[in-house]
């Protein structure tokens, strides 16, 4: 272990410079890449047209097929009919244009009734002239012909209507009386909105004709009227629906619209196991790129994207942490053992080949999210698990190249913040076990969500896998943290929270030490411990270190207890009695000593500097003036502690406190101003003697550890008040 230590320190002295830690970020890359770089690469296959697969093949990407969607839509369009729109006015204008020719002929015939009339009337008038002896020059006018009653008809008509009639049929109407005319005019309109109340397409035009034909063809009518009703019934009739090209093109362009673009989905079978592979599939399979190999170098451009982007967040996060160089390094250093070994870890798990793809599931990523909470920070293990989750999605991905597995990401992220969440507050070693169990019922809740949300129906084996892998990560996660977690803690130097609360428990063998051979220390100690851990909480530091710290910072009095005030009760003082000398160098021993048994016991680093340090450099000033009294020719330096002065904000505290509690336990009964002015005075000494000058300690945080001392000390030397039996007692012992 010790040989491994002085690697790991040479490892973090180098990481002390920027060139090596970016050396050990690509270490990472390089790890990360080795392992996604077969979950990225394209699959190529050797296929030719019109051969058999010898397995089934299923699409590495998500990918829009234009053919066939192009394919779909003409196919729709091809599916709309063409529409055709019926024009109700060409009936209302051909029963009007009907209407017109027999109404002309009918005025045709009422003029000429009338002119023959008034040629009667004025023959009449010429007659009885010649009676009364008036002779008659006059020739009477001749009667019409009927040429001219066509002409006198024609002129009322249009040029196309008179020329498209046939002059029988005009013959026909300026022959017939006009009460005939009316007959034949209502039997025709009635025929023709008969037939055109219908569509009349193009191609029915004929067929419509011959029924206003056989319509008519039985009218109660001359057959010369019967023949021009006919001849003007078929006339009327046309076509009265046309094709509507506008409205035709719109319907296509909705149908083509209305089209779902065909897609190829990442996961779907393009060919089955011993199928033909036809031109169609041949197509799909260029399309999605297991045919071409121009482009194979895109998935490793984005695996290299996505490390970069990863590490990139890790590093601004060590970059911006706040701590010692060293204690940083550390931590990066431990973060990276652990992230290299979980990586490894879940790509070896990703290899073992059973029925089910869901074998990621027995991954314990709570395993390195406990550890890195326990021994760095609880931020660190979500940007772990995050990371974690990240790269799984990329490794499990189901048999599918360049796909995304999101269920086992979720999953896995799930497991890790659980383990995480519950060690939020149990720092106790005991707490990780049942931290396994909580995190194997959030495994188990995580994935049945998972499974119900798909909709998928599983059978009795399938879910006892799900229950076990999810208790196997849980418990193995468990297993694996307390079983690494030493190593770790001994490998670094690492002083993790739980380690602290362990070594506060009082059955220590040392505090059981400190209890039995020196209990006044003990009292002290505890004292000292929460005057420390109040000042340190106040102003941000490591409340916990500080109050474990000052259990063991005394330690060393235990090898010579009763030379120390707190432990001499109902026994003469020895000091009183030993030379200057003699006395300060029993009472600087214990810090080296304190020291000495530390290490002995194998305590961390940071508990044996507390023990060394938190005294300085300061000054045995009691027996130095005494030594001075007695004419001893001695310097300063010699009676002081051999330090080394406070190298933490905790130490420094620590030996304030410690000062502060003697000198105040010395007082008979000490009020608050006087506590105060104690107080303030005990940390001007330090300021003065430059015992703080190695820490980084500040004034501000100086004023604010003197104000948190103040009141906690005020609290434990309160006044009490006199109750009537003690006041009796005072009076009986007076």
């Known amino acids: 272990m010790e040989k491994l230590q002085r690697q790991l320190t040479k490892i973090r002295n180098l990481l002390d410079v920027t060139f090596f830690r970016v050396v050990l970020f690509l270490i990472l890359g390089f790890v990360l890449y080795l392992v996604m770089f077969s979950n990225v690469k394209p699959e190529k296959l050797n296929l030719n047209l019109f051969s058999v697969s010898t397995e089934a093949i299923r699409s590495p990407v998500t990918v829009s097929d234009r053919e066939s969607t192009e394919r779909k839509r003409e196919v729709a369009e091809e599916q709309v009919a063409d529409v055709y729109v019926v024009k109700k006015e060409i009936n209302e204008n051909r029963v009007d244009l009907i209407t017109s020719i027999f109404d002309s002929s009918i005025a045709v015939n009422k003029e000429i009734e009338a002119s023959e009339a008034e040629a009667a009337t004025s023959n009449e008038e010429s007659d009885d002239g010649a009676a009364e002896g008036a002779t008659a020059n006059e020739t009477p006018p001749e009667p019409i012909s009927t040429q001219e009653k066509i002409g006198m008809l024609k002129e009322r008509l249009s040029e196309d209507v008179a020329n498209d009639v046939s002059d029988s049929t005009f013959t026909a109407l300026v022959s017939a009386s006009s009460n005939e005319l009316s007959i034949a005019k209502d039997l025709t309109v009635t025929a023709i909105n008969n037939v055109m109340k219908n569509k009349i397409p193009a191609d029915e035009v004929e067929n419509s004709k011959k029924r206003v034909e056989d319509e008519l063809r039985y009218a109660n009518l001359e057959n010369s009227l ?40 990442q996961g779907q079978i393009l060919v089955e196991e011993n199928q033909l592979i036809n031109q169609e599939i041949y197509r799909q399979l260029e399309l999605v790129g297991l045919l071409d190999n121009e482009n194979s170098w895109l998935p490793f451009i984005g695996l290299g994207l996505f490390i970069m982007i990863l590490l990139s967040a890790l590093y601004y996060y060590f970059y911006e942490l706040k701590l010692k160089g060293e204690t940083r390094q550390n931590y990066l250093l431990l973060f990276s053992i652990i992230f290299i070994l979980s990586i490894v870890l879940l790509k070896g798990i990703s290899f073992i080949q059973i029925e089910y793809s869901e074998v990621g599931y027995v991954f314990p990523v709570a395993m390195g999210a406990m550890l890195i909470k326990i021994l760095i920070d609880e931020r660190l293990a979500l940007l772990w698990t995050v990371s974690i989750a990240l790269c799984a999605t990329i490794i499990f991905n189901e048999g599918v190249t360049s796909a995304l597995n999101f269920h086992i990401g979720i999953y896995l992220l799930c497991s890790g913040i659980a383990g995480i ?45 799900y229950f076990t892998a999810a208790f196997i990560s849980g418990i193995t996660s468990a297993v694996l943290t307390i079983g690494l977690l030493p190593f770790f803690e001994a490998g670094f130097g690492i002083l993790s929270t739980m380690r602290l609360i362990e070594l506060s428990n009082p059955n220590h063998p040392l505090l059981r030490k400190i209890l039995t051979e020196a209990p006044g220390t003990y009292h002290h100690s505890v004292m000292v411990a929460n005057l420390s851990e109040s000042a340190c909480e106040a102003i941000g530091a490591n409340g916990l270190l500080a109050r474990v710290g000052c259990y063991y910072h005394d330690i060393g009095k235990t ?60 000054c045995l000033k009691f027996f130095y003036h005494k030594a001075k009294e007695n004419g001893l020719d001695i ?62 300690l500040t004034l501000k945080e100086l004023e604010i550890v003197a104000n948190t001392l103040c009141e906690t000390l005020k609290g434990i030397f309160h006044s009490r008040i006199e109750y009537p039996e003690m ?3 005072k009076v009986k012992q007076a």
């Not at 599983?458 to 879910?463: F, H, I, K, V």
């Open 226 to 265: 019967k023949n021009a009703v006919i001849e003007l019934g078929r006339y009327a009739v046309m076509q009265n629906e046309f094709f509507d090209l506008e409205a035709t093109q719109e319907l296509r362009q909705q149908a083509r619209e209305s089209v779902e673009p065909v897609k190829i989905l």
């Open 421 to 465: 969440l519950f060690l939020s507050k149990q720092n106790q070693r005991a707490k990780i076990l049942q931290a396994g169990l909580f995190i194997s019922a959030i495994n188990l809740m995580v994935i049945f969500a998972l499974v119900f949300m798909q909709n998928a129906h599983y059978n009795a084996l399938e879910y006892t896998f």
């Open 559 to 618: 090898n010579r207890p009763q030379f120390f005030i707190e432990n001499q009760m109902n026994i003469e003082n020895p000091h009183d009695r030993l030379p200057p000398q003699t006395s300060k160098n029993i009472i600087i021993a214990h810090a080296t000593d304190g020291a000495e048994i530390l290490r002995k016991y194998k305590l961390p680093k940071e508990i044996v500097d507390i023990a060394e340090q938190h005294h300085g450099t300061t």
């Open 635 to 696: 310097e300063e330096k010699d009676y002081r502690y051999p330090g080394p002065k406070a190298q933490t904000k905790e130490t420094a505290i620590i030996g304030i406190a410690d000062s502060v509690e003697a000198a105040v336990r010395s007082m008979s009964s000490p009020n608050p101003e006087q506590i105060e002015g104690l107080v303030r005075n005990i940390i001007a000494d330090r300021l003065q003697d430059g015992q703080l000058n190695e820490c980084d």
């Open 727 to 729: 006041t009796k007692q």
